[in-house]
């Protein structure tokens, strides 16, 4: 942390860049699960989780997801371990990204280190040549 003066006060500042992504078409963030809340590390953290916030834009885009996730694994699939949880239990993101419906996806990471090699994961988009504008 550093200190700065903001609006006359003196306040800490954390360093390092805020972490989200837009790519997809729902906005992501990485989260770390404490219990049963969801923390979002605005700047240097990292998250064992991806977080999916509801979408104005496509209404129940969360569940949908949830449901298609569920449907999958329910054949055979290996998917990701994912839950629905309330929009309530997150801290970390401003309450306007929130606003869209009751509940985020959390969907638990897996394409990360097995030991000193990094787990390289494909989505099915990229398994069938559809990445770009083409995934959707």
Do not use: N
Request: aromatic share 6%; glycine share 12%.
């Amino acid at each position: 942390l550093r200190l700065e003066r903001v609006h006359g006060f003196e306040a800490a500042q954390p360093e390092g860049i805020v972490k989200f992504s837009l790519a997809g078409v729902q906005l992501k963030f990485v989260a770390q699960a404490d219990g049963e809340r969801l923390t979002v590390p605005g700047r240097m953290g990292t998250g064992r989780c991806i977080l999916k916030v509801p979408s104005e834009r496509y209404p129940g885009l969360p569940e949908a997801e949830f449901a298609a996730m569920q449907l999958a694994r329910s054949i055979g699939v290996e998917t990701a371990d994912c839950r629905l949880v309330p929009v309530e239990a997150v801290d970390g993101i401003p309450a306007e990204l929130l606003a869209h419906g009751p509940t985020v996806l959390v969907v638990d990471r897996f394409d990360r280190q097995a030991g000193d090699e990094r787990i390289h994961i494909e989505d099915a988009g990229q398994i069938v040549g559809a990445i770009g504008e083409r995934k959707y």
